[in-house]
């Protein structure tokens, strides 16, 4: 049962929202890969274009005296050449023989395509830092059978910074986006889930008596068939109930028959018999058939105050009246242990809406429960109190209930553990179905007296007192 109690860990809308929003944050992962190698791509051609375009303005400075070929490149000319405030920027002239003819002896030597006419492009290391070079092959003027190599080279910094730009260009609207989208899907799921949540409200408000079908009419198609399985549930456990019910009611009626028979013969054996061994082996017969007699009323007083079982005599009632036939009734029973038995009714009439037979069960089981606890010379007291609701309350001077057990007295067949009186264990349990089915509420505390119990059943009072008696 404790397993059933537990509240579920699983929730749809989780789910919903992870099998939505994970493969969304997949494909923005996926995107964003894509995204950064096409923005490495495209910082690398710009960047290689800015190199070829430097290269091709060392070129322009070249010189041939008929000898040897030199470079123009003043000072202030190299200084603006190597001007960048992000990347170092190197620069070389090499005889196609590897001969430096100008520039930075730091960079690498030509080492593969040496007869390509279009700029070659690599990757090497300088000093721990790695760094992208361009190489064209050109003809210095008027020098046309002497072809040299221009190398020009740079950092990587510049390129890293475009390429971070471009990839925050485009995924952090793709992070806002997925945020947004996470939010509207979020709000989207949870319209989505409204009849699961109705449906949950209108199965949760309902009391144990309301065993009617869920109306589907206004679900979801999606949902129709959970409440086709709550309402066949619902019909086998109403035909499972009302089985249950018609098994007690019939098994008590089969019985009472007997019962009386055997009560009948042993009455009349006690009568007839001479030996004195014999009375008082009848009398505990006697006293057996007198407790399986009064099983049987408890069984068939259950069965009719059972949930399912609506109420067929409904009518407005004055309870101090019929509260007062009930224990003028069980005076004797009263007076035969000791015990005063008391009724105090209301100033006015006390006027319900009820069964007059579930009051009038409900209320003998209160006093003869009241009556079967209290010690001989007790006493046991019987009121009508009304203010905005109609009050029944039995008190007696009894041992009493301990605290720790109130809770569990209304359960069907329960007995207080030590107690040696004997019972049923159902009275408690049919007031308790009595009182459910008029809507009032059952309060159990100690007496007001020394010791002792005090048992309140708090009625809703009826609408129009000129109804009494009326149906």
Same mark, same amino acid.
């Given at each position: 049962m404790d397993t059933y109690l537990k509240r579920s860990t699983s929730s749809i809308r989780r789910q919903l929202l992870a099998w939505l929003l994970i493969p969304l944050c997949g494909l923005c992962l996926c995107a964003s890969?894509?995204?950064?190698?096409?923005?490495?791509?495209?910082?690398?051609?710009?960047?290689?274009?800015?190199?070829v375009n430097s290269a091709a303005a060392v070129a322009a400075r070249l010189r041939f005296d008929g000898v040897q070929v030199s470079v123009d490149l003043p000072p202030a000319a190299q200084a603006i050449l190597r001007h960048n405030s992000n990347d170092k920027l190197y620069y070389q002239v090499l005889e196609l023989d590897g001969t430096r003819i100008s520039g930075d002896a730091v960079l690498p030597k030509?080492?593969?395509?040496?007869?390509?006419?279009?700029?070659?492009?690599?990757?090497?290391?300088?000093?721990?830092?790695?760094?992208?070079?361009?190489?064209?092959?050109?003809?210095?003027?008027?020098?046309?059978?002497?072809?040299?190599?221009?190398?020009?080279?740079?950092?990587?910094?510049?390129?890293?910074?475009?390429?971070?730009?471009?990839?925050?260009?485009?995924?952090?609207?793709?992070?806002?986006?997925?945020?947004?989208?996470?939010?509207?899907?979020?709000?989207?799921?949870?319209?989505?889930?409204?009849?699961?949540?109705?449906?949950?409200?209108?199965?949760?408000?309902?009391?144990?008596?309301?065993?009617?079908?869920?109306?589907?009419?206004?679900?979801?198609?999606?949902?129709?068939?959970?409440?086709?399985?709550?309402?066949?549930?619902?019909?086998?456990?109403?035909?499972?109930?009302?089985?249950?019910?018609?098994?007690?009611?019939?098994?008590?009626?089969?019985?009472r028959t007997p019962i009386a028979g055997l009560k009948t013969y042993v009455g009349l054996a006690q009568r007839v018999a001479k030996e004195d061994k014999l009375q008082p082996i009848l009398a505990q017969l006697n006293s057996g058939c007198d407790r399986l007699t009064n099983l049987v009323n408890k069984l068939l007083s259950m069965a009719r105050a059972e949930p399912s079982n609506k109420l067929p005599d409904r009518s407005t009632l004055d309870l101090n009246i019929l509260v007062s036939e009930v224990t003028s009734d069980l005076i004797t029973e009263a007076l035969d242990k000791d015990i005063d038995l008391q009724f105090l009714?209301?100033?006015?009439?006390?006027?319900?809406? $009820? #069964?007059?037979?579930?009051?009038?069960? %409900?209320?003998?089981?209160? /006093?003869?429960?009241?009556?079967?606890?209290? =010690? !001989?010379?007790?006493?046991?007291?019987?009121?009508?109190?009304?203010?905005?609701?109609?009050?029944?309350?039995?008190?007696?001077?009894?041992?009493?209930?301990?605290?720790?057990?109130?809770?569990?007295?209304?359960?069907?067949?329960?007995?207080?553990? $030590? #107690?040696?009186?004997?019972?049923?264990? %159902?009275?408690?349990?049919? /007031?308790?179905?009595?009182?459910?089915?008029? =809507? !009032?509420?059952?309060l159990l505390s100690d007496s007001s007296k020394e010791s002792g119990t005090c048992v309140k059943i708090v009625f809703p009072k009826a609408e129009t007192p000129s109804m009494v008696g009326s149906h």
């Open positions: 890969a894509v995204a950064y190698q096409m923005a490495a791509a495209f910082a690398s051609d710009a960047y290689d274009g800015q190199l030509p080492q593969s395509n040496l007869e390509s006419d279009k700029p070659v492009f690599r990757y090497s290391d300088l000093d721990g830092e790695q760094i992208r070079i361009a190489r064209i092959r050109v003809i210095p003027p008027h020098a046309y059978d002497r072809p040299v190599f221009v190398q020009v080279a740079e950092t990587l910094n510049g390129r890293k910074n475009l390429t971070h730009r471009i990839l925050s260009a485009i995924v952090i609207p793709q992070v806002i986006l997925i945020v947004l989208g996470a939010a509207a899907v979020s709000v989207g799921v949870t319209k989505g889930l409204t009849p699961l949540k109705k449906l949950e409200r209108a199965i949760s408000r309902r009391s144990k008596l309301d065993l009617t079908p869920v109306e589907p009419s206004q679900a979801p198609s999606e949902v129709y068939p959970l409440i086709l399985a709550i309402n066949d549930l619902i019909e086998r456990l109403k035909h499972d109930i009302e089985s249950q019910e018609r098994f007690v009611a019939n098994a008590a009626h089969q019985f009714p209301s100033a006015g009439p006390a006027l319900m809406v $009820g #069964s007059k037979g579930g009051i009038t069960d %409900l209320t003998v089981n209160l /006093v003869e429960n009241a009556l079967r606890y209290t =010690q !001989a010379g007790g006493t046991v007291e019987v009121r009508i109190e009304q203010d905005e609701n109609l009050t029944l309350t039995v008190e007696d001077n009894g041992p009493g209930i301990p605290e720790e057990e109130r809770d569990k007295v209304f359960e069907r067949f329960y007995r207080i553990l $030590g #107690s040696d009186v004997q019972g049923s264990g %159902l009275g408690l349990a049919i /007031v308790k179905e009595i009182a459910a089915a008029h =809507q !009032a509420q059952i």
